[in-house]
């Protein structure tokens, strides 16, 4: 991106996409405008100010690469007449060869892909990214059904996922921190939110989360993902767990996402386990003083998923974490 009042675009006007004696339309703040990257003078330019800044901080470990236009004024002034069809495919390849030289010099780099839309999420950028934004909307009940929407597509590992704020800036709903950070710890957890804004519980209980994220992290990026209830199958809860590739150890996560008096909720089956295996229940993000009746128990792999469990989820926005590891 670029925009109209800037030194960039007073000196290289061409360097924009658009097409010659047209009046441009503009995005955000009525000045924003796309950069050509079908034109290597772009590209290089783009790499140079990328490597310039991380080469002068080279603390910096993530990077936000938001594209938040749409290309709405279409045309080139590097390509020719016979390639101004093709705009889309050389934009994309020029975006390519700049992402690719920053991912070779700088392999370790955090990088996700934003953008405004769904268009965010697309298996063309992957190789370039490390994760990419699924949506705005951070609320979690609502994320509950997004990312398990978005995870038949793509794993865990590229799914940020971030704690937001209460009540949420986009549907008023105020949910518990437990509720958000167990829905954002089933993708790549992050956080939307302002430490020094939080009470010293809040923050207690995020550094008592995290910590327990980065326990389970290679489970739930780099093990198999077995749905187990659907939140739209309208049963009041919503259920999946992960599984290392051994099977030794798992991660099971339940979300209540209707509360009504009288509910009865069913219980719930687990999969991909060892059978032959048996497994120590331990809870994680714990909100309450008293342990489940099943904390510390060791119970088979062909137990939990014949049988299943039936879980205290009393409270609106009730969850669970719990963590399978094998034991002799």
Same mark, same amino acid.
């Given at each position: ?60 470990? @993530? ?40 991912? =070779? ?17 697309? @298996? ?11 949506? /705005? ?14 995870? *038949? ?72 993902? *077995? ?6 199958? =309208? ?6 767990? @992960? ?30 386990? /060892? ?15 008293? =342990? ?13 998923? /014949? ?20 034991? /002799?």
């Amino acid at each position: 991106m670029t925009n109209s009042v800037s030194e960039l675009y007073e000196k290289h006007p061409h360097w924009v996409i658009g097409q010659p004696n047209r009046e441009l339309r503009h995005g955000r703040g009525g000045t924003q405008l796309v950069l050509d990257l079908s034109n290597p003078e772009v590209q290089e330019f783009i790499y140079k100010l990328i490597d310039d800044l991380l080469t002068r901080h080279p603390q910096i470990a @993530y990077i936000k690469w938001d594209a938040n236009m749409n290309i709405n004024n279409y045309g080139s002034h590097h390509l020719p007449a016979e390639r101004q069809s093709h705009l889309y495919i050389d934009y994309h390849r020029g975006f390519a060869k700049v992402m690719q030289r920053i991912r =070779d010099k700088y392999p370790d780099m955090v990088i996700q892909a934003c953008a405004s839309g769904g268009g965010r999420a697309n @298996y063309g950028v992957l190789p370039y990214f490390d994760e990419f934004w699924v949506s /705005d909307n951070t609320e979690a009940l609502q994320r509950i059904y997004m990312q398990w929407g978005i995870s *038949y597509f793509f794993p865990a590992v590229a799914m940020a996922a971030h704690v937001g704020s209460s009540p949420n800036h986009q549907t008023g709903r105020v949910m518990p921190l437990k509720l958000r950070f167990d829905v954002a710890m089933t993708g790549r957890l992050g956080m939307e939110m302002q430490p020094r804004n939080m009470t010293d519980d809040e923050r207690a209980f995020s550094r008592t989360a995290i910590s327990n994220y980065k326990e389970i992290r290679e489970v739930v990026q780099q093990g198999d993902l *077995y749905r187990l209830v659907s939140p739209y199958d =309208d049963n009041g809860v919503a259920s999946l767990l @992960y599984t290392a590739p051994g099977k030794e150890k798992a991660v099971f996560f339940v979300f209540k996402t209707k509360h009504f008096h009288g509910q009865v909720l069913p219980p719930l089956r687990m999969a991909g386990l /060892d059978p032959g295996k048996n497994y120590r229940i331990r809870e994680l993000n714990r909100s309450d003083s008293e =342990d489940l009746p099943i904390e510390g128990n060791v119970i088979s792999g062909a137990l939990l998923m /014949d049988t299943g469990l039936e879980l205290p989820l009393e409270k609106e926005y009730a969850s669970r974490v719990l963590l399978l590891t094998e034991v /002799d």
